[in-house]
C-alpha cells in the first residue's frame, strides 16, 4: 500500500512568489491533515479535513494560506505571497475515519521542504 | 488547551546502555499518546501509542495519568536507534499536538 505521498519535496521561492503543496493521503482514509515545523520550532497543526470539508482550520496562520480538498482525494496548499516567515517543512498526515482509537493514527508523508528568499 | 513537553533536546547514550526519553503532557480530557520517530531522511513514522501497550523495537512506553507522562524506554539502546523522537498528543479533536523533540544519539 503506497504511504502518504507529497510534492514538491523541496521548493526555493523568493518572497512575493505563490507556492502551492500537493499531498496525497492514503487511499481511503477521509482525515487529511497539514503540520508545519519552522526552522527551530515545534511542529505546529494548521488544519484538518475530513473528506472534502474544513473540520478545523484553527491553525492556519493567516489568511495567506489556503488549502483545498476538491473531491475529498488530495489537497493543496497554496500560500500567496510567500513572506520569509513561511520558510519551513510542510508535513501532511491522513487517517482513516472513526470512533475507534485507530482513527488517532495519523500516517506522515515526507514533508515539503518550503524555502522563502 | 493541550501541551508536550519533551524536556531534552539532545540525548547521547552508549550502545547497550538504557535509554528513556521524558515526556509531560496537560489534557483536560482522556487523551491518545503516541511516539513518533524520524529517523535520518525518513518520514515521520509512529512507533507506538500508548493505547496498544505493545513494545515496538524494544521500546515501551507508558501512560502515567497521574503523573501525566508517557515517557519511553528501552533498557539496552543500539545504533540504529539514533533518531529524532516526538511525543504527541490526541485530543478529541484528533489533531496531535507535538513536544519539541528529542534527539537521540547512540555511540559506539
Known amino acids: 500500500e503506497a504511504g502518504v505521498t507529497q510534492f514538491p519535496s523541496h521548493s526555493v521561492i523568493e518572497k512575493g512568489q505563490t507556492v502551492t503543496l500537493r499531498c496525497d493521503p492514503i487511499?481511503?482514509?477521509?482525515?487529511l491533515y497539514w503540520y508545519r515545523r519552522v526552522m527551530g520550532k515545534e511542529i505546529k497543526f494548521l488544519l484538518h479535513?475530513?473528506?472534502?470539508?474544513?473540520?478545523?482550520e484553527s491553525g492556519m496562520p493567516n489568511n495567506r494560506f489556503l488549502a483545498e480538498r476538491t473531491g475529498g482525494t488530495y489537497s493543496t496548499l497554496k500560500v500567496q505571497p510567500a513572506e520569509l516567515e513561511d520558510s519551513g517543512v510542510y508535513f501532511c498526515?491522513?487517517?482513516?475515519?472513526?470512533?475507534?482509537?485507530?482513527?488517532?493514527?495519523?500516517?506522515f508523508g515526507p514533508g515539503t521542504r518550503l524555502t522563502v528568499l | 488547551a493541550q501541551r508536550v513537553t519533551q524536556p531534552e533536546k539532545l540525548l547521547s547514550v552508549f550502545k547497550g546502555a538504557p535509554v528513556e526519553l521524558k515526556c509531560n503532557y496537560s489534557?483536560?480530557?482522556?487523551?491518545?499518546l503516541f511516539w513518533y520517530v524520524q529517523y535520518s531522511r525518513q518520514r515521520l513514522q509512529l512507533l507506538l501509542r500508548?493505547?496498544s501497550r505493545e513494545s515496538i523495537k524494544g521500546f515501551t512506553a507508558d501512560l502515567n495519568k497521574g503523573e501525566t507522562s508517557f515517557h519511553l524506554k528501552k533498557p539496552f539502546a543500539q545504533e540504529e536507534d539514533s533518531a529524532m523522537y516526538y511525543c504527541?498528543?490526541?485530543?478529541?479533536?484528533?489533531?496531535?499536538?507535538f513536544g519539541a523533540g528529542t534527539t537521540v544519539t547512540v555511540r559506539a
Open positions: 498526515a491522513s487517517s482513516f475515519r472513526g470512533e475507534t482509537s485507530g482513527a488517532r493514527t495519523q500516517y
Open positions: 500508548h493505547i
Open positions: 504527541a498528543l490526541s485530543g478529541n479533536d484528533y489533531k496531535l499536538s
Open positions: 489534557y483536560s480530557g482522556s487523551p491518545e
Open positions: 479535513f475530513v473528506k472534502e470539508s474544513k473540520q478545523d
Open positions: 487511499s481511503g482514509h477521509d482525515n
